[in-house]
Each structure stands twice: as C-alpha cells, then as structure tokens.
C-alpha cells in the first residue's frame, strides 16, 4: 500500500529552522517527482516546492525561496524539507505528495496532478 508519512514538525520561534521529513513505504520514490505543501489556517492548500525524481531539478513558492531548500535521499526513501528563518506566515500544516504514476519531473506531475497524500505535519511560528 503506497503510503507518505511526514514528521519533524514543531513549535518554533521566528527566525529559527526546521526540517521536515517525507518518508514512504510500499513504494520506491526514486522514479516520482515528489512535491511539498502546506495549508495554513483559514487559506487554501498551496504548493511549497517540488523536486524531481533524480533531485537534480527543483522549484520554489516565491513566499519561501532562499529560505527553504528541498532534497532528497532515494536510497533512504525520504524526501526533506529544510525550512531555515522561519515567519510566522509559515505557520501550517505540511503535506508531501507524489503523483499516481512514477512522473519524473514536476512539471509532468502537477500535469497528472498528486494522487498520493500524507497526513501532513503540523509547523506552528509564533513568539
């Protein structure tokens, strides 16, 4: 059963860091562009950054850029996210996706759209 599990959320103060974790199981990540979300209280689900399955290509939200940085490890399965001087406009609840099929760029995946979904991890910033 293809299944994402995300962790290292936390209660952080403005200007600290975090990172997340994206790990599978059932299925190998090394072929999926894989894509990292978050929706924040009262707002829409909005994409965060999203990595290719060699990890040699990714993309940022302007919100975050110089500030966050994806990558992943395919023999470990996991995919992070390093969020460095974290904002209090941060604050939400982060989901890692992966397309249903094993797309390659993200591009090709938000085209097929994100089928598979964890349960999100909760970043709160605040003073």
């Known amino acids: 059963?293809?299944?994402?599990?995300?962790?290292?959320?936390?209660?952080?103060?403005?200007?600290?860091?975090?990172?997340?974790?994206?790990?599978?199981?059932?299925?190998t990540l090394d072929y999926y562009a894989i894509g990292w979300f978050r929706q924040a209280p009262g707002k829409e689900r909005e994409e965060v950054s999203c990595i290719s399955s060699s990890g040699g290509s990714t993309n940022y939200a302007d919100s975050v850029k110089g500030r966050f940085t994806i990558s992943r490890d395919n023999a470990k399965n996991v995919v992070y996210l390093?969020?460095?001087?974290?904002?209090?406009?941060?604050?939400?609840?982060?989901?890692?996706?992966?397309?249903?099929?094993?797309?390659?760029?993200?591009p090709m995946a938000k085209h097929y759209g994100m089928d598979y979904w964890g349960k999100g991890t909760l970043v709160t910033v605040s003073s």
């Open 1 to 27: 059963q293809f299944k994402l599990v995300e962790s290292g959320g936390a209660l952080v103060q403005p200007g600290e860091s975090l990172r997340l974790s994206c790990a599978a199981t059932g299925f």
């Open 82 to 106: 390093q969020m460095n001087s974290l904002k209090p406009e941060d604050t939400g609840v982060y989901y890692c996706a992966a397309p249903g099929e094993p797309v390659p760029t993200c």
